[in-house]
């Protein structure tokens, strides 16, 4: 049964888009656009990371901020009465750290602005999800999804039931769920540590309780992380799920813990050093370094049961599920978002990417099931290997950003 589930990466792996290896579970960006009587003015704000990927077709020499700014230029446009209102002035300002944020200010002239086109980062990556919300006077008038299928927002359908459909929000989050490289990694990861299908359902929901967690205190505005900080751990995970594939396999699973231990504290000592992060970050790396020592110790402990084994990976699937679902909570806090009328189009989102979780899942072992004469032994260490590698690389990169 073990074999089975190895075997299930074949299928799994394809669903993989190696290209965006720096890509997060989601691609997102937000805006806020404020209405007056001559036209409307909007500050959109997109993470760093997704600003990264314009250079793959664009001038390497630019600075980010300068890119996106002559890329939002050139990729959102206002209408009023069918007609295009000129661009009155455009400004990089001021964002929180890992974010990039741009002003734009659109003349109508005497004609209402009525509808937003936004193409912006769909053709660096079409499963980008941009949020936008409409002000007047201080009041918020509606918010919208936009997508590459739907780019444009007339503002005369504000409060229609198409704008704030619950099902739609479940598509767009099954679909969105196959463009999240580093959360697939991760649940190759568990199904490679879990060996069994019964131990790949518990790993799997101890994941999605951490993941929900996570997501509804973000939703309920409890908590605010830091999306550095966050992106980088997640990185961690990946391929520290990797690493105890190999140690299940070895006696000398101290070395390992304390490899794992002494990087963490290493890249969190030298991001502070150089002025990366901040000094009181350096606790952090320090926290997660020890809980990745302890965890693998543990897993590997000589007088472990079964039971107590099953019920460790439950504990520690949900604990990193906790950060895979802050990795969402840290954008969801910079957007204001919450306590709005998104709230129950988010959650249908949120629940349409659990699906999606669920189906990868389901996938990966029914193909594991068939594949399982026909794929070379090697292929799961093959797999480990390659997962220790890109979770350092994100770890390693996104720490130092």
Same mark, same amino acid.
């Given at each position: 049964m073990k074999r089975?589930? $190895? %075997?299930?990466?074949?299928?799994?792996?394809?669903?993989?888009?190696?290209? @965006?290896?720096?890509?997060?579970?989601? =691609?997102?960006?937000?805006?806020?656009?404020?209405?007056?009587?001559? +036209?409307?003015?909007?500050?959109?704000?997109?993470?760093?990371?997704?600003?990264?990927?314009?250079?793959?077709? +664009?001038d390497a020499s630019v600075p980010p901020r300068a890119m996106l700014h002559d890329h939002l230029v050139a990729d959102i446009a206002i209408f009023a009465e069918q007609s295009a209102c000129s661009l009155l002035s455009s400004n990089v300002l001021q964002a929180a750290s890992g974010f990039v944020r741009v002003e734009l200010a659109f003349n109508c002239e005497d004609k209402p602005a009525d509808a937003l086109q936004f193409r912006a980062m769909f053709d660096a990556t079409p499963a980008h999800v941009h949020y936008a919300k409409l002000h007047r006077d201080g009041l918020l008038l509606g918010e919208a999804l936009i997508t590459d299928g739907n780019d444009t927002w007339v503002f005369g359908s504000l409060g229609s039931a198409a704008t704030y459909s619950f099902s739609s929000f479940l598509r767009i989050g099954v679909e969105h769920i196959a463009g999240g490289i580093d959360h697939v990694a991760f649940l190759l990861g568990l199904l490679l540590i879990a060996g069994s299908i019964g131990r790949s359902?518990?790993?799997?929901?101890?994941?999605?309780?951490?993941?929900?967690?996570?997501?509804?205190?973000?939703?309920?505005?409890?908590?605010?992380? @830091? +999306?550095?900080?966050?992106?980088?751990?997640i990185g961690f995970t990946v391929a520290l799920v990797a690493v105890e594939y190999?140690? $299940?396999?070895?006696? @000398?699973?101290?070395?390992?813990?304390?490899?794992?231990?002494?990087?963490?504290?290493?890249?969190?000592?030298?991001?502070?050093?150089? +002025?990366?992060?901040?000094?009181? =970050?350096?606790?952090?790396?320090?926290?997660f370094g020890l809980f990745a020592a302890c965890y693998l110790l543990a897993s590997r402990a000589p007088s %472990?049961?079964?039971?107590?084994?099953?019920? $460790?990976?439950?504990?520690?699937?949900?604990?990193?599920?906790?950060?895979?679902?802050?990795?969402?909570?840290?954008?969801?806090?910079?957007?204001? $978002?919450?306590?709005?009328?998104?709230?129950?189009?988010?959650?249908?989102?949120n629940l349409g990417v659990e699906i999606g979780q669920l189906i990868l899942v389901a996938l990966a072992l029914v193909g594991g099931a068939l594949l399982r004469n026909h794929t070379p032994r090697v292929l799961p260490q093959v797999t480990a290997a390659a997962l220790c590698g890109i979770g350092l690389f994100w770890f390693v990169s996104r720490t130092m950003s």
């Open positions: 089975n589930v $190895l %075997m299930a990466l074949t299928l799994a792996a394809a669903l993989f888009h190696w290209q @965006d290896l720096a890509a997060h579970t989601r =691609s997102e960006s937000y805006s806020h656009w404020y209405l007056s009587e001559n +036209g409307v003015s909007g500050a959109v704000t997109v993470p760093l990371r997704e600003v990264m990927l314009l250079y793959g077709g +664009g359902i518990v790993a799997v929901t101890g994941f999605t309780l951490g993941h929900s967690i996570s997501l509804a205190a973000a939703v309920l505005g409890y908590v605010h992380a @830091d +999306g550095q900080l966050v992106e980088a751990f190999f140690v $299940l396999r070895r006696s @000398d699973t101290r070395r390992f813990a304390f490899a794992c231990l002494a990087l963490a504290w290493l890249t969190g000592i030298v991001a502070v050093a150089l +002025g990366y992060l901040g000094p009181r =970050s350096i606790f952090a790396y320090a926290g %472990m049961q079964e039971k107590r084994a099953t019920a $460790l990976l439950f504990i520690a699937t949900c604990c990193f599920g906790l950060v895979h679902g802050f990795g969402f909570a840290g954008f969801l806090m910079e957007t204001g $978002l919450l306590g709005t009328s998104l709230f129950m189009p988010l959650l249908g989102f």
